[in-house]
């Protein structure tokens, strides 16, 4: 599966920015779906993630109750709607296809490239 993510940008702190992630290639309902982050000198760290149903999803606890992950399978799209952002949200934010929401809350077996959020404050 091909993954192309899109939606970063500049923000001050308290802003609100809405990732996508549009899929082709495999089917895409049949991923689990998330989205990680990697900071400069940083290791590369699991954000969200959400089932292949959207049913379920996964939070990491330094976004959770800021961010939102949800898929739409019809259109082969996931999103992060990221609210509340503070400064420590800067990273280059990567969205990632695995065979369930507990593998890809770990690591992803496709990646797409980064989208660069910089948080200001």
């Known amino acids: 599966v091909q993954l192309q993510a899109c939606g970063g940008g500049l923000v001050q702190a308290g802003g609100s920015l809405r990732l996508s992630c549009a899929a082709s290639?495999?089917?895409?309902?049949?991923?689990?779906m998330g989205w990680f982050r990697q900071a400069p000198g940083k290791e590369r760290e699991s954000v969200a993630a959400?089932?292949?149903?959207?049913?379920?999803?996964y939070y990491s606890d330094s976004v959770k109750g800021r961010f939102t992950i949800s898929r739409d399978n019809a259109k082969n799209a996931v999103y992060l709607q990221m609210n509340s952002l503070k400064p420590e949200d800067t990273a280059l934010y990567y969205c990632?296809?695995?065979?369930?929401?507990?593998?890809?809350?770990?690591?992803?077996?496709?990646w797409g490239q980064g989208t660069q959020v910089t948080v200001s404050s």
């Open positions: 290639g495999r089917t895409f309902s049949g991923y689990g």
């Open positions: 959400i089932s292949y149903s959207g049913g379920s999803t």
């Open positions: 990632a296809a695995g065979s369930s929401i507990a593998a890809v809350s770990r690591w992803g077996d496709y």
